[in-house]
Each structure stands twice: as structure tokens, then as C-alpha cells.
């Protein structure tokens, strides 16, 4: 079965701290596709990042950064010098390859960054 | 380019009542999903589309769930009789499959949905 955990229901954190959100999945494929996603009070889920199983480097866009390593099924992000806008629900989501689309969301991880 | 759009936002209905709510998916993308989205929950899948067809609706609740995405592109979700457990919010989004072994999905605003 597939299964994405996002133990951090919430987060909060001063504006200028560095945060790091956890995402442990499991899965039996051995191809599969990590995600995070963003949800502002909007509702509208915002692609971040997508991760190839295949694929271990970590990578860094910005502010945004995400470690990925297979050994213990975790996908972390971190996100350096919070900023207020960066309050949101993340959430992060597990895509087998070859299947139906369907993604795998965790229960997300509510962060706020208070000024 | 436009997103997905998705009406209405918000519904408000008594149990027992019909809705229905609408996607107009991304230009183009030949795959759109309908989610469901319960408060503190990621989203799951509740029924995808490919073009016309309902490739994978094992999680849409048939008793009082039916969609339907005619001429393969805007869909329409209706729930008939609601209940109130059915009290979420409804999150459409939109892929352009078969060019890769990934795509990412892009999602609409949601409609949240309040059964009194």
C-alpha cells in the first residue's frame, strides 16, 4: 500500500527563521514520484517541486530547498529566512509511475510565519 | 493561459438536496481529476478522466455520486441526495497525459462545500 505521513500537523515559526517540513511515504515501487504542494488560504494547491525516485539529488530553488533520501523514505523541505507570505498548508504527495495519476497526499503541515 | 476554474466557490444546501459543481480544466489537458478535500486532509482522488472516460472512479460513492465530462473537456460533479458528511471542499485539477511518465496536475480553487 501506499502511504505519505506528514507527522507536523502545524508549525509556527518567526518571520526570518529557517523551517524544515518532514515527509516520510512508503511505497513498493521501485519508480515512483515525489511532490509538494502549496495551499495559501486561497484554496488553489501550487505545484513546488516534483522528484524522481531515481533521481537523490537534493535541489534548491530560491529560499526553497528539498532533501531527498531513498534509505529512509523521506522528501523534507526547508524553507530559509521565512517570510509571511510563505504561510500556507503544505502538503506532500506520492505518484506511482505507470498508474492512473492518482496522487497520494499526506495530511499536510500548517505553517505560519508570524512577523 | 487561463487555470482551472471551478464554480461555484462556495455552496451553501440542506441535507437531502442536489448540487452540482463545474470544471473547466487547463486548455489542452486531455486528464482531469475530481478530488475531495475534508478539513485537515490532503486531498483524494475521488474519480480521473481520461478525454471522455472514467478511467478510475473506484473512490467516487455511486449511490449518490455521479460526473460526467462530455466532448472530453469541462466536467461536472453532482451529489444527489447531499448529506452532511458530505461538507468539504471539491478540488478539480488538470494534466496533459501520455507525453511522459509524469505530469504535474494543476488544481483549480475549489468549491467548498457546506451541508446544513
Known amino acids: 500500500a501506499q502511504k505519505v505521513t506528514q507527522a507536523q500537523t502545524e508549525i509556527s515559526v518567526v518571520e526570518k527563521e529557517d523551517v524544515t517540513l518532514d515527509c516520510v511515504y512508503e511505497?513498493?515501487?521501485?519508480?515512483?514520484?515525489l511532490f509538494w504542494y502549496k495551499q495559501p488560504p486561497s484554496g488553489e494547491l501550487v505545484f513546488l517541486i516534483r522528484?524522481?525516485?531515481?533521481?537523490?539529488q537534493n535541489e534548491i530553488s530560491g529560499r526553497y530547498s528539498w532533501n531527498f533520501q531513498k534509505s529512509t523514505s523521506s522528501f523534507n523541505f526547508t524553507i530559509t529566512a521565512s517570510q509571511v507570505v510563505d504561510s500556507a498548508v503544505y502538503f506532500c504527495?506520492?505518484?506511482?509511475?505507470?498508474?492512473?495519476?492518482?496522487?497520494?497526499f499526506g495530511q499536510g503541515t500548517t505553517l505560519q510565519v508570524k512577523p | 493561459e487561463a487555470g482551472v476554474v471551478q464554480s461555484p466557490r462556495y455552496k451553501i444546501i440542506e441535507k437531502k438536496q442536489p448540487v452540482a459543481f463545474w470544471c473547466n480544466p487547463i486548455?489542452?489537458?486531455?486528464?482531469l481529476y475530481w478530488y475531495l478535500q475534508n478539513l485537515g486532509q490532503g486531498p483524494e482522488l475521488l474519480i480521473r478522466?481520461?478525454?471522455?472516460?472514467?478511467?478510475?472512479d473506484s473512490q467516487l460513492p455511486k449511490d449518490r455520486f455521479s460526473a460526467e465530462r462530455l466532448k472530453g473537456v469541462d466536467s461536472t460533479l453532482k451529489i444527489q441526495p447531499a448529506e452532511l458528511g458530505d461538507s468539504a471542499v471539491y478540488l478539480c485539477?488538470?494534466?496533459?497525459?501520455?507525453?511522459?511518465?509524469?505530469?504535474?496536475?494543476?488544481f483549480g480553487p475549489g468549491t467548498r462545500l457546506t451541508v446544513l
Open positions: 485539477a488538470s494534466s496533459l497525459e501520455g507525453r511522459g511518465p509524469y505530469n504535474e496536475q494543476f
Open positions: 511505497t513498493r515501487d521501485t519508480t515512483y514520484y
Open positions: 522528484r524522481n525516485s531515481f533521481d537523490e
Open positions: 504527495a506520492l505518484k506511482s509511475h505507470g498508474n492512473t495519476g492518482k496522487l497520494i
Open positions: 486548455s489542452g489537458h486531455n486528464t
Open positions: 478522466y481520461e478525454n471522455e472516460e472514467a478511467v478510475d
